[in-house]
């Protein structure tokens, strides 16, 4: 009787056991002169870039949408979203599909770097310096990771794509310097 | 309940088959509204419905439905046994119908999960008081009285549920032995487990436990028993089981008539007269058969049995042979040919075939093929065959997904009825082409647009009796239901002989609520205009609020839901004589066919259904205004010119016209001329929504994927012309 229990655990297990192996890693990927980094939870799957159609009259960082083995989805440029230049796609750009709250959504990144596994202790939460109301700028940034020597900036994938206005430049500006108000 | 039973399906198949006894019982009766008299295949299937739906309620234990399913079921039972010729025919009509939105009121709450908690008592008061009304009115009552009281004893036989054409007939015969104590136990020992088996089970001596003196009737004469059932002589002897108890049996296989015929006795007592009337009983259940009588209650069943059976018998005197004709109109093999489908698997196999339809054209325009110098024959025939049957599988499905308009525009009609019933308006309803069918997923969003248009044109459209005679008009008000298919849409036209829209009132109220141009004079607005005022929030131009309309809103309602499926609203009125309302609608919202076209380097697909006309056009045609707007003349007719790329602020669009297409474009009698690049092919396309993410834009009603993989976005005419 307990060994049908146990091996039923087990195999019920299983599947959170991947959960788990999942906590604590990220996907990290380099935007601009910054890595970043999602869990891997949220993370499909990555495909090689491919032709995007073009939507008219949408935000300029919504690429468009590609077909992903006949599923629509939409495809956002990470580097754009941050308000940063625009990069040329090449044979090395790659689509990062995220599953965040059942939408299915692709991100355009320069670079995959890797997955890195950063402990809890190891995540500091960003700091605030300036005045305390400049706080919520920052909020698709929840913790930077410290992976040896290198900082990953943390993503929030929801406010990452539901947020309606922020810049990579203006955030980073914020870690050092006070900047003018938005 | 006993546990075991899977109450889940039990409910949803309870639920299933009386919501179809319901529609078809409503159906039933306002067919017949109009006549002076339920005819009597109308009252049978009235009482046999409430009959079933009694039985089945009482299993579920619904008690309020039962109560209110019996108290109709008396009436009904009262109607076909007395005949009485003085029924106040649509207050019946009114019980009826009052009954079944009770009934159905109640399921519905079930099917919520919440309890089934109506209060049934105040229409059963009603009813008891109509039904006394109409007892105390016959004149005579021959047959009425000796029947409500008879046959109090409980009856000899079981009634088991279904009995069909391969059923056979036995004669039983049972000695036992002369020393075998309680002889009648054993008996019914052997009668209850011939139960099992029993479709209809007679015996003699009947009453064999409280009667102690069968026992010596059982031991002197045998054990006599008429069987109906479908099991073969042999297993019948194995259930009985010669023991102990049990000297010898003989069984006889005998037809159907001699079974009617009942045991022939030699003396012919009350018993067989009993056994006479309970024959015309087995009659009636097998007409009965198809309503499925629940094996069960049968404590319950007793009592109620006796009623029916003279009943029977009296329809049946008077018309020998009727019934057995009724049971077999109804062949039981009818209802095989018909499976119920859980919609969302359609849906799957729908979306698969789309699937596929895409693969196809990945596969057949695949760009390997264009490799110059090969021999595609084959490949072409094949192909050729593979379209072919992708083909009819789209048809074939979409044919699945078809359903019929009946049984909403039965709806209608029990709206009509209603809502002119309460308002004491004379009115005739008229269907046509009801039988237009139309994908289900679409009329489920035209449901509710219909009630509230002929609700409409009852309330408002139509006026009060008096008022027609003032106006010279027939007294008899009219709403018509028409439904057509043409040109891949649906058209369904709510028309009424009312006293059509008024012009100046709506204008007068559209000034009042301030949404008037005021530079604008009155008569500049056309009546196409005006009308569409009575479509905004909160309009109406009815000063009182009835029950049913009036409050303003419904006709925004109905023109956001015809919207949300791509279909349009259309008014016509005449002062006078009434006013048109027509839906036009999509046939179908999943594959469609499409011209590709592509400008600035993205690809568009329009459906094939708007586009009138592709032309080529010469510059010198264009007419610039100084504003930006630009127009062109063809054939004398001039058309205002939309520029899909510049529309959409595309990159690298064709800028002269004389290199690209114009389309022109009509969605409700308005053209345009758009102005695309270059058109690539026609197509079957699969529509699939723009993903949520993405907000809507202006002139997008959707995507689909192309041949080579490629996603184009579906245009909607509609949506460039506002």
């Known amino acids: ?182 | 309940m006993a546990e075991g039973f899977n109450t889940e399906d039990m409910l949803d198949m309870y639920l299933f088959e009386n919501t179809q006894l319901l529609e078809q019982l409503q159906e039933t009766v306002l067919e017949q509204k109009d006549a002076d008299y339920f005819d009597e295949d109308s009252i049978n299937e009235i009482f046999r419905t409430m009959h079933t739906i009694k039985g089945s309620s009482g299993i579920m234990m619904f008690d309020n439905i039962t109560k209110i399913s019996h108290k109709l079921e008396d009436v009904f039972y009262y109607l076909r046994e007395s005949q009485p010729h003085n029924v106040p025919h649509l207050e019946l009509v009114d019980h009826v119908l009052e009954v079944e939105s009770f009934i159905s009121e109640e399921l519905e709450k079930i099917q919520n999960g919440d309890s089934a908690d109506g209060d049934p008592s105040e229409i059963i008061e009603r009813l008891d008081e109509f039904l006394n009304r109409i007892k105390n009115g016959v004149p005579g009552g021959a047959k009425e009285p000796e029947v409500e009281n008879k046959h109090e004893e409980p009856k000899h036989f079981y009634i088991a549920p279904v009995a069909t054409s391969a059923s056979r007939f036995f004669r039983i015969y049972i000695t036992f032995y002369p020393e075998t104590e309680m002889a009648n136990v054993h008996a019914y020992k052997t009668v209850y487990a011939l139960k099992e088996v029993a479709e209809d089970l007679l015996y003699s001596p009947e009453d064999l436990i409280s009667d102690e003196s069968s026992s010596e009737t059982i031991l002197h004469d045998g054990f006599k028993m008429l069987l109906q059932a479908q099991c073969s002589e042999d297993e019948l002897r194995e259930i009985i089981g010669v023991g102990y108890d049990i000297k010898k049996v003989d069984i006889y296989e005998c037809r159907a008539e001699e079974f009617l015929q009942g045991f022939d006795f030699g003396e012919h007592n009350a018993t067989n007269i009993d056994l006479e009337s309970s024959v015309e009983d087995i009659e009636s259940r097998i007409k009965d058969a198809e309503s499925l009588e629940p094996n069960t209650k049968e404590e319950k069943k007793k009592p109620e049995k006796p009623k029916i059976a003279p009943g029977d018998f009296v329809i049946q005197s008077r018309e020998p042979g009727k019934q057995k004709k009724l049971a077999k109109d109804k062949p039981k093999g009818e209802k095989a040919s018909f499976i119920s489908v859980n919609v969302s698997k359609m849906d799957q196999l729908m979306e698969l075939i789309g699937e596929l339809v895409i693969s196809e054209s990945v596969v057949l325009q695949n760009p390997d093929l264009k490799v110059p110098g090969l021999n595609l024959n084959s490949f072409n025939k094949a192909a050729a065959q593979l379209s072919k049957i992708s083909t009819d599988l789209q048809n074939v499905i979409m044919s699945m997904r078809m359903v019929p308009l009946t049984n909403t525009f039965q709806k209608m009609n029990r709206i009509v009825f209603d809502v002119s019933r309460k308002l004491g308006k004379d009115i005739e309803f008229e269907m046509v082409g009801e039988h237009t069918e139309v994908d289900k997923n679409i009329i489920e969003h035209i449901s509710d647009p219909l009630m509230h248009l002929v609700r409409n044109a009852v309330d408002h459209g139509i006026e009060t009796n008096a008022e027609r005679i003032d106006s010279g008009k027939p007294d008899k008000g009219k709403v018509t239901l028409s439904a057509k298919t043409e040109a891949g849409k649906v058209w369904i036209s709510v028309e009424d002989n009312g006293a059509g829209l008024d012009r100046e009132k709506i204008l007068a109220k559209a000034k009042n609520q301030g949404l008037l141009d005021g530079s604008k004079p009155d008569a500049a607005y056309t009546d196409k205009e005006v009308y569409q005022f009575i479509t905004l929030p909160g309009f109406s131009t009815n000063e009182k609020v009835t029950e049913y309309s009036g409050r303003g809103v419904g006709m925004d309602v109905v023109v956001q839901n015809l919207q949300a499926i791509g279909g349009t609203l259309d008014i016509e009125s005449s002062p006078g004589m009434g006013s048109v309302m027509s839906l036009k609608i999509p046939l179908t919202l999943a594959i469609i066919d499409g011209i590709v076209m592509e400008t600035g380097g993205s690809a568009f697909v329009m459906e094939t259904g708007v586009i009138k006309e592709f032309i080529r056009v010469k510059e010198e045609m264009m007419i610039h205004e100084p504003s930006g707007e630009e127009y062109i003349m063809i054939r004398g007719e001039c058309y205002p010119v939309l520029r899909l790329g510049k529309w959409y602020g595309l990159e690298e669009y064709k800028d002269s016209v004389e290199d690209g297409v114009m389309l022109i474009l009509e969605v409700e009698d308005k053209k345009i001329c758009l102005f695309v690049d270059k058109l690539i092919g026609e197509q079957e396309i699969v529509v699939k929504p723009i993903p949520s993410y993405i907000k809507k834009v202006r002139g997008l009603s959707g995507c689909t994927q192309l041949g080579d993989g490629s996603i184009a976005l579906i245009l909607d005419a509609g949506g460039l012309l506002e």
């Open chain 1, 1 to 182: 009787m307990d060994g049908t229990n146990d091996l039923m655990r087990q195999t019920e297990e299983s599947p959170a056991g991947g959960q788990d192996a999942q906590k604590g890693k990220y996907m990290t990927f380099k935007s601009g002169n910054e890595y970043f980094g999602l869990e891997i939870q949220y993370v499909n799957e990555i495909i090689q870039f491919q032709a995007i159609t073009a939507i008219p009259e949408t935000e300029d960082y919504i690429k468009g949408l590609i077909n992903l083995r006949g599923k629509v989805i939409p495809v956002v440029d990470v580097r754009l979203r941050f308000k940063q230049e625009a990069f040329e796609y090449n044979d090395r750009t790659c689509i990062i599909v995220i599953n965040v709250k059942s939408m299915i959504v692709g991100l355009i990144v320069e670079k995959i770097a890797e997955v890195v596994e950063i402990k809890d202790e190891n995540i500091l939460p960003p700091p605030t310096i300036g005045r305390v109301d400049k706080a919520h700028h920052n909020k698709y940034v929840y913790g930077i990771g410290k992976v040896g020597n290198s900082v990953k900036l943390l993503l929030d994938p929801d406010k990452l794509l539901n947020d309606d206005d922020l810049s990579a430049v203006e955030q980073a500006g914020e870690l050092g310097m006070d900047e003018e108000d938005e």
